[in-house]
């Protein structure tokens, strides 16, 4: 009996002793999580490089509560970190938000610039949609829209792609117009287009998404957006233009964010996607692994307006994504382009190198041909040849797998031809693929010049016109060597870039071929 005492007394201080450690205080034990649950963070990291689009229509900033609340709307934004918002249901001066103008309010907690498109005049002030976006646009504008109650399109364009924010009717044929006339204006742009909003619609498989998805991709998430609390019906989307093709990293649909209940703020849940961000090059896409070679005549960069202007064949040349281009009609250090080396500013605009080959002395310079490559050749060779009025120039540079020679053939037929057979004679040496690119002279393709060409080399490039005004021929070309059989997976003449005017930069419209297996 006096042994279990003892035993209850020792084991009555070992409970004491925990309970009353550290001064009675057991706050050390106040955030200790139930066994097998787990703290959950709602945040949404985006990755580098990446272009965050979110949509999110706001319900003119009141909530489930019917409390106007910016700081709640701007949260769910600064949360998301995007780097474009569109917003719909937007108001300006209106009665009911006491004349605040409220894409600028939240524009201003977010630290982001806006742009609002009206769709209806709305107590006393207007209702529409809204951009937010970080940057400076090259444009903006208001489109507006078919609907029994108006409706608009607020539209951003930067360098390389544009964003579209809108609210389409609840009419099937006045959304079905909307989705028309949005894919019209869209491809006016030739750049990637992202439009996003609250398309009142929920049917994929109805006549507004049949029609649509004729044109674009809907790229968001599967996730239904409406209402907050329910979410019973996916009618907020995302949707890219196919050409030119961009590539969606992920989406989601915001139901939960750290610091701010978003089921409160709005009766839409707003979404994202997160996209590579669009580099300018996706108008002419390249397959991974191919090679692309191209041509481009320049008239010594001087574009129809008469202006010499570097920065815009240095933008054509960087769209153009090739891994080598041949560039003909180009000044070296003449007067009349005031001492510069014309090549060399092209390549370092196009991070490129670059191999010159004079044809003739010009006005106390050089004019010839040339090659930019991203790559460096094996080897380089250069070769004059003779013109009636003029000497004739070939750069030829050399690689592993294949050989690429850049020219400017004469104007007279028998010297075309001379020069024909010498550089068949200077390629087949390599005993490997050899390309021939340059202007030609010649639009004819039954002339003897021609008929002397397709005997021994294979036409590669597109059968369309690459002289941009007057007879519209094609007079500048890709070929190889029929010697050895090369793969053609694409082949096209670039008639229009975005952010550049290609008619005007040259007389000739630059062109290109993709190979596979040359990598």
Request: proline fraction near 3%.
């Amino acid at each position: 009996m006096k042994n279990m005492i003892s035993y209850i007394c020792l084991l009555a201080t070992v409970f004491a002793n925990l309970s009353c450690a550290d001064d009675m205080d057991n706050s050390k034990f106040d955030n200790m999580i139930p066994y097998g649950k787990q703290e959950v963070s709602y945040t949404y990291p985006k990755g580098e490089g990446n272009l965050r689009v979110l949509t999110f229509n706001i319900r003119h900033c009141a909530g489930n509560d019917d409390v106007i609340n910016y700081d709640r709307t701007a949260a769910v934004i600064n949360g998301m970190e995007p780097d474009v918002v569109c917003l719909q249901e937007v108001d300006y001066m209106t009665t009911r938000s006491n004349k605040v103008d409220q894409l600028k309010t939240l524009a201003d907690k977010t630290g982001m610039n806006h742009y609002f498109s009206k769709s209806i005049a709305y107590q006393g002030g207007e209702y529409g949609n809204g951009l937010l976006f970080k940057g400076t646009p090259i444009s903006t504008k208001t489109y507006p829209l078919p609907g029994a109650e108006l409706r608009s399109a607020a539209i951003v364009e930067f360098e390389n792609y544009v964003v579209i924010s809108t609210h389409l009717a609840l009419e099937e044929n006045n959304r079905v117009e909307s989705a028309k006339q949005l894919t019209d204006l869209a491809k006016t742009y030739n750049k990637v287009v992202y439009m996003a909003g609250d398309f009142n619609e929920d049917l994929m498989n109805g006549t507004f998404f049949t029609e649509l998805k004729k044109e674009w991709e809907v790229v968001s998430s599967t996730e239904n957006t409406f209402p907050t609390g329910q979410a019973t019906k996916r009618i907020d989307f995302v949707v890219t233009l196919k050409t030119p093709p961009t590539t969606v990293v992920k989406s989601n649909v915001i139901y939960n964010l750290d610091g701010v209940n978003v089921a409160i703020t709005s009766d839409h849940y707003p979404l994202y996607c997160d996209f590579k961000k669009p580099t300018g090059l996706e108008e002419y896409p390249k397959a991974e692994g191919d090679l692309r070679i191209g041509n481009y005549f320049l008239t010594y960069c001087k574009g129809t307006d008469g202006v010499i202007d570097y920065d815009r064949t240095g933008r054509i040349i960087a769209k153009m994504n090739a891994d080598i281009v041949c560039l003909q009609g180009l000044d070296k250090e003449t007067e009349r382009s005031e001492g510069i080396d014309q090549l060399n500013v092209l390549a370092q605009k196009a991070n490129m190198h670059d191999y010159f080959a004079k044809a003739i002395d010009y006005k106390g310079g050089e004019f010839g041909v040339g090659i930019l490559t991203k790559e460096e050749p094996v080897s380089v060779d250069r070769y004059q040849m003779a013109g009636k009025s003029e000497m004739r120039a070939a750069m030829v540079v050399e690689y592993e797998k294949f050989v690429v020679a850049s020219t400017n053939f004469d104007t007279d037929m028998a010297k075309r031809i001379e020069a024909l057979q010498t550089l068949e004679t200077k390629l087949s040496a390599y005993n490997k693929p050899a390309f021939l690119l340059g202007y030609f002279n010649e639009g004819d393709l039954e002339s003897e010049f021609f008929q002397m060409v397709k005997s021994n080399w294979n036409l590669l490039s597109a059968d369309k016109s690459t002289e941009v005004s007057g007879k519209k021929r094609r007079l500048d070309f890709i070929v190889s060597l029929k010697s050895h059989n090369v793969n053609v997976t694409q082949a096209d003449v670039i008639e229009s870039l975005s952010g550049v005017d290609v008619t005007v930069a040259s007389t000739h419209y630059p062109l290109f071929c993709d190979f596979s297996g040359l990598k």
